[in-house]
Structure formats: structure tokens, C-alpha cells
């Protein structure tokens, strides 16, 4: 049994914390506490907050055992803010925080199996590096579909409720379930750090191929109503999977409605799944702007084990978000590399039937800057 105890705690502050099961230390660390949340009150958001945060996805312990990429992040943020001693506020992990194997955690006959799905978030959680960084940074997490269940998992998943269970029992995430869903189910959830929203959804446990549909009706009315109440200057909606990705445009097409028929401006995506790190902007899915996604993924799972550092400063008179992507330089060099100089949008689109990927391209786009102005997300 263990017993916490705080007082109330101030925003903008770095704490530091212990924990002790029946008097006995068993672990500590630190964390910085958010801004004061965006209210109706336009007094209190005129000044705007100034963060920093990492977004990645994809860890496979099986693939990777000696994850110093946690390390390396630390150190990132600190060049990125002339800091010696600099965490990011949080991170945001989207998705495939481990992976189950076919026939082994999970089964045809029997789905998920409980014990296997604990065992397997277990080894992450005591892998050092990802321990240690932890201990001093919030994580928010959503699943895909390998902490889910099997691969490219539906609502039919066998065995998702023992997925929700650890999940829930193990990710700190605010609110475990939407207020409004009466059947407890998903974990799909929404928050604000200072005047940023945050809304992170669960795409695989109303997910339906025959519909094309990632999201379910429940979850998108409450996706409705979060945009339409939203008093965030960005709105980041976060997903497991591209927004954009062939064959599920269903759920980019009722957000963009929403958007559109709301004129809600600052609406963008942060993603995961796809194995590298990837900016990409299309006018496409109904929206009165061009869809912005930010992606990185494989930071646990593939060589280059690549993550985005997003810095959010809303106080310049164009609220602004900047993401630093950084991958490793080579299979076995524990070296990861940004170019400031190197804008994301300015490099050579992959579109549909324009000949692979090089060798290069894919190198920059693991490395690349870009910075998303408010102006951009503006219903004109």
C-alpha cells in the first residue's frame, strides 16, 4: 500500500518527489508543473506560456534493449534552451508504448492474455533509460494497435478489456475515461497545458474497416464537443496513425466539418506508427486550412530511433509551434542530429506514384525544423 501526500501544488514550478511502500524508499524524481489552464477569462491568456515537450512512439523492447535514446533527449532540450538541467514539461507517447507478439501475448483463441500484457509493459518499465526518464517528466500516452492487441487490431479485438486494465493501472492519464461515456470504454482523453488543448484519442477500439471509421460516433460527438468548447489557441488532436492515411478518411472528414462549420482555428495532428518521423501538410478532409500532422515513431523499434522536440511559445503575436526533428546518424552511433537550417516543408514530396523514397530524403526528413504559425490555421 502506498500513501501520497501533497499539499497543493503551484503552477510553473519544479518539484522534486520520493516514493515509499510501507516506509521503505523504493524510488524518486522530479517533474515541472503546467501554467494555469486557458479559461474564459481573456485576461488571463493574454500573456501566453512557453513550453517544451517531446512526442514519440513505437517501443519494442524486444528490438531494443538498451534504449539510451531516453538520455539523449535530456540533453536535446537543454541545447535547444541554452539549459543545463532541463527536462521537457511532458511527453506525449503515441502509441505502441510496447509490443505483443502474434501467437505468444496474444492469441486467436484467446485474445489478450493478461499475464503476457503485463509481462510486456513490464520489461519497458524497467528498461533503465526509459525508467530513469520517466521519474522526471510527465508522460501522456494513447495505444495503438500492437499495446492493444494484434496487429492492425479492430473494435472485434478478443481480450481488449484486459488491454484497458493494464493500461489503465499503469498510465497516469487524466480522466481514464471521457466524462461523457457512460460505458467506460476506450481510453480517450483531453488536457491543457496553459493555453495549448490537448485532445488524444484511441483509434483502434471503435475502429471499423467497414466503415473506414478509426474514432466510433461516441467518440467523435465527444471530439465535437471538445473543439467547440476548446479555449486553446492550438488544438492538438493526437492519434495512434495518420489522420491522412489511405482508406480511413472518414474520421479527418466528420473533424473537418466540425472545424469548418465552427470555424475553430488551430486545429492540428500529432501522430505515430509509421516508423520514422514525418511533417506533413495537405488541403484535403473538409478543413477551411491545410491539415498540418506531426509524426514520429520508432524511437524504440527502428536504427535511426527517432523523436520531435516541440517547443510551443504562444506569447509572440503569432502564436507559434516549432518541431526539432532528430534521428540517429547510423545503425551503431549513439549520435543524434537536428539542422535548425533544414525547413521540413521545403523538402521533395513522396506522393502517391513518384518513385521511392532516396536514401537522402529519407535522412532529411528524419533531421528536418519546421514551425507552424497560427496564421497558418486560420479560417479565412
Known amino acids: 500500500v502506498t500513501t501520497v501526500n501533497h499539499g497543493i501544488l503551484e503552477p510553473l514550478t519544479r518539484y522534486k518527489y520520493e516514493m515509499r511502500v510501507h516506509g521503505s524508499w523504493v524510488g524518486g524524481g522530479s517533474f ?17 506560456t512557453q513550453f517544451d515537450y517531446v512526442l514519440a512512439s513505437c517501443m519494442n523492447h524486444r528490438q531494443d534493449k538498451n534504449q539510451v535514446v531516453w538520455d539523449t533527449i535530456q540533453e536535446k532540450v537543454n541545447n535547444n534552451n541554452n539549459n543545463n538541467n532541463y527536462y521537457p514539461d511532458f511527453t506525449l507517447l503515441a502509441g505502441d508504448t510496447i509490443y505483443l507478439q502474434n501467437g505468444v501475448d496474444v492469441t486467436d483463441r484467446d485474445g489478450v492474455l493478461e499475464d503476457r500484457v503485463w509481462f510486456r509493459h513490464e520489461e519497458q518499465r524497467t528498461e533503465e533509460h526509459f ?31 484486459v488491454s484497458r486494465k493494464a493500461w489503465n493501472s499503469l498510465w497516469g492519464n487524466p480522466s481514464l475515461y471521457a466524462a461523457d461515456d457512460d460505458d467506460n470504454t476506450g481510453v480517450y482523453y483531453s488536457f491543457y497545458w496553459g493555453d495549448v488543448h490537448y485532445m488524444v484519442t484511441d483509434d483502434h477500439w471503435y475502429r471499423d474497416p ?18 467547440v468548447q476548446s479555449k486553446g489557441v492550438f488544438k492538438v488532436i493526437v492519434i495512434g496513425s495518420d489522420i491522412m492515411q489511405r482508406n480511413w478518411s472518414s474520421d479527418l472528414r466528420n473533424i ?3 472545424v469548418s462549420d465552427h470555424s475553430i482555428d488551430g486545429v492540428l495532428f500529432h501522430a505515430g506508427d509509421i516508423h520514422r518521423n514525418e511533417y506533413k501538410t495537405r488541403e484535403t478532409g473538409d478543413f477551411p486550412y491545410p491539415v498540418h500532422q506531426i509524426t514520429s515513431s520508432g524511437i524504440a523499434k527502428v536504427w535511426r530511433r527517432p523523436f ?31 539542422d535548425v537550417n533544414l525547413k521540413c516543408s521545403d523538402l521533395p514530396k513522396n506522393n502517391s506514384g513518384g518513385g521511392s523514397v532516396t536514401l537522402v530524403q529519407r535522412n532529411n526528413e528524419h533531421i528536418c525544423t519546421e514551425t507552424i504559425r497560427l496564421s497558418g490555421l486560420r479560417v479565412t
Open 256 to 258: 473537418g466539418r466540425v
Open 32 to 48: 515541472r508543473t503546467a501554467p494555469p489552464p486557458a479559461t474564459n477569462d481573456d485576461d488571463s491568456t493574454t500573456t501566453g
Open 210 to 227: 467497414k466503415t473506414n471509421n478509426r474514432l466510433g460516433a461516441k467518440q467523435t460527438e465527444w471530439l465535437k464537443n471538445q473543439l
Open 308 to 338: 520531435v522536440h516541440i517547443r510551443v511559445d504562444t506569447k509572440v503575436n503569432d502564436p507559434e509551434m516549432t518541431a526539432y526533428f532528430y534521428g540517429a546518424i547510423s545503425h551503431k552511433q549513439n549520435v543524434w542530429t537536428n
Open 131 to 161: 525508467a530513469d526518464y520517466i521519474r522526471q517528466t510527465p508522460i501522456y500516452a494513447t495505444w495503438n494497435d500492437h499495446d492493444y492487441g494484434k496487429n492492425d487490431a479492430t473494435k472485434d479485438q478478443k481480450g481488449k478489456e
